[in-house]
């Protein structure tokens, strides 16, 4: 039997289950901030086109906005200026089969639950291996930290007067998933995939630096992460087509097999 | 003035106009109250001051007439009473008390009076005061100031004053917004409904707006459709006065911004704004225009000098607050006929962040705020706080081409 049939034939016996990564694009749902001197990105708006009355009698729809890095998104290589001249950095031009791949999900949700500034450490991760084995090539690592769960906007953006604080990887630990476990990319749960304090690292923000410099992809506002196993899952995440695109809000799905 | 609860069971009754039909000429006369001024012609000619406004002047005929400002000083002559009108703006707020003025500079005049204005002969201060038509109407004022005179029952009638009314300002996280707040607070408002958009990020003065007993902080971005729709569905059935100092101002011109984010950013809040506001919160203001003593009565725009003429370092800015000033003409007609009047708020540069680098005399906030407390205590229209905007107004009045040019070098 094809390994297509047999994967059908386990989805339709209810062996494989779908969890949903996705957080709801709606205004509410906290976006990126920069300094208001620099171009922002938009955040989500939805505007009624009709709703079954003199504007479109028997039809409801809507138009939306959004930036490339709107609510749960995917960041292409491109999107950083270490990535920007690397071959299939944009989501146009990123090969499809890159879409699906393996999750090894790290439960960091104590240590974040703990320090908001949490980073991650090749330590942290090696001790992690040493448990679950080690981490597959062309893998997506996720963090789960549970800042999903921060259902307050202000809580999940976390700012104080010294900026964001919420947790991500250290340089090392980003230099190490890229050069000694070759991943296919790295996933948060919180609004990047560097930690909210990663402007003063070095260099700064490494995860967007050494991962697109690396053409590497990243994942951000993910939630049910919780739901996730710490291997065995398989994520799938397609972001639109956008022409040069640096990245797209995206349905990210994982499949897990039902024990 | 003490404002009793309203029952939530009894019909809102429906606003109603004073007569508002002017000859275009008499119109000057609405031109100036709306600015707070009290003008009448005046003939070049032989000096005569007349009124009403006419074509020509009464005393020798010349067409040379000229708008002058007036002290409005002058006696009371005879007062009288109204018990009855069949006019249905009138005949809901009878009685009222009416009198024959001999001003100083001349004419003979009537206009409504003031409670506080004693029986004949007695001296009063005429005013020109815009009615719920929009239209300019004489009012006579005591010689002097009497406290509570801004309680009188007929005043009222003309003025938005904020006492015991129920305000939103749109954006509390600005010095402008803050300033309003504490300023519409001092000025006896019964509830303030303060705005905030982004809720996740803390700003100063939010503890201490907080604190103030009349006011309750509601996330509103007005570049949301569904927030604004949602905090108009509901509250906006009791907002008396909508303050709109929502705004986004950068400072850039065309050339030294690539793409057009910024500049669409800037019609979002300042343009777009206004628009989603008038859509949610008009349709209950409109309802309310007769609401009693705190009836819905006011809409105030912070706009800018720079929606008169653009100023081209400040330039996209200048155009969506142009954008704004052409909606608020709009709402102006479509909130006339409740009674609800249009403020238009002109400042010049405000002592703020994104005025950074440009020299005094900018605004300070709390003087901005002052000013619009002003604006609607005295019912005016278009309010221009600040000598930059006072003398951008001359020059614009006296010839707007030249003022392009004079802006451009």
Same mark, same amino acid.
């Given at each position: 039997?094809? %390994?297509?049939?047999?994967?059908?034939?386990?989805?339709?016996? *209810?062996?494989?289950? !779908?969890? +949903?990564?996705?957080?709801?694009? =709606?205004?509410?749902?906290?976006?990126?901030?920069?300094?208001?001197?620099?171009?922002?990105?938009?955040?989500?708006?939805?505007?009624?086109?009709?709703?079954?009355?003199?504007?479109?009698?028997?039809?409801?729809?809507?138009?939306?906005?959004?930036?490339?890095?709107?609510?749960?998104?995917?960041?292409?290589?491109?999107?950083?200026?270490?990535?920007?001249?690397?071959?299939?950095? %944009?989501?146009?031009?990123?090969?499809?089969?890159?879409?699906? *791949?393996?999750?090894? !999900?790290? +439960?960091?949700?104590?240590?974040? =639950?703990?320090?908001?500034?949490?980073?991650?450490?090749?330590?942290?991760?090696?001790?992690?291996?040493?448990?679950?084995?080690?981490?597959?090539?062309?893998?997506?690592?996720?963090?789960?930290?549970?800042?999903?769960?921060?259902?307050?906007?202000?809580?999940?953006?976390?700012?104080?007067?010294?900026?964001?604080?919420?947790?991500?990887?250290?340089?090392?630990?980003?230099?190490?998933?890229?050069?000694?476990?070759?991943?296919?990319?790295?996933?948060?749960?919180?609004?990047?995939? +560097?930690?909210?304090?990663?402007?003063?690292?070095?260099?700064?923000?490494?995860?967007?630096?050494?991962?697109?410099?690396?053409?590497?992809?990243?994942?951000?506002?993910?939630?049910?992460?919780?739901?996730?196993?710490?291997?065995?899952?398989?994520?799938?995440?397609?972001?639109?087509?956008?022409?040069?695109?640096?990245?797209?809000?995206?349905?990210?799905?994982?499949?897990?097999?039902?024990? | 003035?003490?404002?009793?609860?309203?029952?939530?069971?009894?019909?809102?009754?429906?606003?109603?106009?004073?007569?508002?039909?002017?000859?275009?000429?008499?119109?000057?006369?609405?031109?100036?109250?709306?600015?707070?001024?009290?003008?009448?012609?005046?003939?070049?000619?032989?000096?005569?001051?007349?009124?009403?406004?006419?074509?020509?002047?009464?005393?020798?005929?010349?067409?040379?007439?000229?708008?002058?400002?007036?002290?409005?000083?002058?006696?009371?002559?005879?007062?009288?009473?109204?018990?009855?009108?069949?006019?249905?703006?009138?005949?809901?707020?009878?009685?009222?008390?009416?009198?024959?003025?001999?001003?100083?500079?001349?004419?003979?005049?009537?206009?409504?009076?003031?409670?506080?204005?004693?029986?004949?002969?007695?001296?009063?201060?005429?005013?020109?005061?815009?009615?719920?038509?929009?239209?300019?109407?004489?009012?006579?004022?005591?010689?002097?100031?009497?406290?509570?005179?801004?309680?009188?029952?007929?005043?009222?009638?003309?003025?938005?004053?904020?006492?015991?009314?129920?305000?939103?300002?749109?954006?509390?996280?600005?010095?402008?917004?803050?300033?309003?707040?504490?300023?519409?607070?001092?000025?006896?408002?019964?509830?303030?409904?303060?705005?905030?958009?982004?809720?996740?990020?803390?700003?100063?003065?939010?503890?201490?707006?907080?604190?103030?007993?009349?006011?309750?902080?509601?996330?509103?971005?007005?570049?949301?459709?569904?927030?604004?729709?949602?905090?108009?569905?509901?509250?906006?059935?009791?907002?008396?006065?909508?303050?709109?100092?929502?705004?986004?101002?950068?400072?850039?011109?065309?050339?030294?911004?690539?793409?057009?984010?910024?500049?669409?950013?800037?019609?979002?809040?300042?343009?777009?704004?206004?628009?989603?506001?008038?859509?949610?919160?008009?349709?209950?203001?409109?309802?309310?225009?007769?609401?009693?003593?705190?009836?819905?009565?006011?809409?105030?725009?912070?706009?800018?000098?720079?929606?008169?003429?653009?100023?081209?370092?400040?330039?996209?800015?200048?155009?969506?607050?142009?954008?704004?000033?052409?909606?608020?003409?709009?709402?102006?007609?479509?909130?006339?006929?409740?009674?609800?009047?249009?403020?238009?708020?002109?400042?010049?540069?405000?002592?703020?962040?994104?005025?950074?680098?440009?020299?005094?005399?900018?605004?300070?906030?709390?003087?901005?705020?002052?000013?619009?407390?002003?604006?609607?205590?005295?019912?005016?229209?278009?309010?221009?706080?600040?000598?930059?905007?006072?003398?951008?107004?001359?020059?614009?009045?006296?010839?707007?081409?030249?003022?392009?040019?004079?802006?451009?070098?």
């Amino acid at each position: 039997m094809s %390994a297509l049939s047999l994967f059908t034939q386990a989805f339709a016996a *209810g062996k494989i289950r !779908v969890v +949903d990564l996705t957080q709801t694009l =709606s205004p509410e749902f906290p976006h990126i901030s920069l300094p208001p001197e620099m171009g922002q990105a938009w955040p989500f708006r939805i505007e009624e086109v009709s709703r079954y009355d003199e504007r479109g009698p028997a039809w409801y729809w809507n138009n939306f906005s959004c930036g490339e890095h709107t609510g749960t998104h995917f960041d292409a290589p491109i999107h950083w200026v270490s990535g920007k001249d690397l071959p299939h950095n %944009a989501t146009d031009s990123i090969p499809p089969e890159r879409f699906i *791949g393996p999750a090894f !999900v790290l +439960d960091c949700s104590k240590e974040s =639950s703990e320090d908001a500034d949490f980073l991650l450490t090749v330590d942290w991760i090696e001790t992690w291996e040493k448990k679950h084995g080690r981490i597959a090539p062309r893998a997506w690592v996720l963090m789960r930290t549970d800042w999903s769960k921060r259902k307050d906007p202000a809580e999940y953006q976390n700012y104080d007067d010294e900026g964001q604080h919420t947790p991500g990887p250290d340089v090392d630990a980003v230099r190490f998933l890229v050069d000694e476990r070759d991943v296919l990319g790295f996933g948060t749960e919180s609004i990047g995939t +560097d930690a909210g304090q990663a402007y003063h690292l070095r260099p700064p923000y490494p995860c967007h630096y050494f991962m697109h410099g690396a053409g590497r992809y990243g994942l951000q506002c993910l939630t049910n992460l919780d739901q996730l196993p710490p291997t065995g899952a398989v994520v799938v995440a397609a972001p639109l087509k956008i022409r040069n695109g640096s990245g797209s809000p995206l349905r990210a799905i994982a499949l897990v097999e039902s024990p | 003035m003490i404002l009793k609860k309203k029952n939530p069971i009894l019909r809102t009754r429906l606003p109603t106009l004073p007569p508002a039909a002017r000859s275009r000429v008499a119109l000057g006369l609405t031109a100036a109250a709306a600015l707070g001024r009290f003008e009448l012609q005046q003939c070049s000619d032989c000096g005569a001051v007349q009124y009403p406004p006419r074509e020509a002047c009464g005393s020798c005929l010349s067409t040379q007439l000229l708008w002058k400002q007036q002290s409005g000083r002058g006696e009371l002559l005879a007062a009288t009473v109204l018990h009855h009108s069949n006019d249905l703006f009138f005949r809901e707020r009878l009685p009222w008390r009416l009198g024959l003025i001999k001003l100083e500079s001349g004419p003979t005049v009537v206009a409504h009076l003031h409670g506080a204005v004693p029986a004949a002969p007695a001296p009063v201060r005429v005013a020109a005061r815009l009615d719920r038509a929009g239209q300019a109407v004489l009012v006579a004022l005591p010689d002097k100031e009497t406290t509570d005179m801004a309680d009188d029952r007929q005043l009222r009638e003309f003025t938005c004053d904020p006492k015991l009314r129920k305000l939103l300002v749109t954006d509390g996280k600005t010095a402008v917004g803050q300033a309003l707040v504490k300023a519409l607070a001092a000025a006896g408002a019964h509830l303030i409904w303060v705005g905030y958009a982004e809720p996740w990020k803390k700003f100063a003065g939010f503890e201490e707006l907080k604190a103030l007993p009349q006011v309750t902080l509601v996330p509103l971005d007005v570049t949301d459709s569904k927030n604004v729709r949602e905090l108009a569905a509901e509250i906006g059935g009791k907002v008396d006065i909508l303050v709109n100092n929502a705004e986004c101002h950068r400072t850039f011109g065309i050339g030294n911004r690539q793409g057009v984010e910024t500049a669409r950013a800037e019609m979002d809040v300042n343009y777009f704004g206004l628009l989603r506001l008038a859509q949610e919160f008009g349709p209950a203001m409109r309802s309310r225009g007769a609401d009693g003593l705190a009836s819905a009565v006011a809409w105030v725009n912070l706009l800018s000098i720079y929606a008169l003429a653009n100023f081209p370092p400040h330039g996209t800015f200048s155009a969506s607050k142009a954008a704004a000033q052409s909606l608020a003409q709009c709402l102006r007609a479509e909130m006339r006929p409740a009674g609800v009047r249009v403020v238009n708020v002109y400042p010049g540069p405000i002592d703020d962040e994104w005025n950074q680098l440009l020299l005094p005399p900018k605004v300070a906030p709390a003087a901005l705020a002052a000013a619009i407390v002003k604006a609607l205590r005295e019912g005016v229209e278009d309010v221009y706080p600040g000598d930059v905007a006072q003398e951008w107004l001359e020059r614009w009045r006296d010839n707007p081409k030249a003022l392009e040019r004079e802006l451009s070098s």
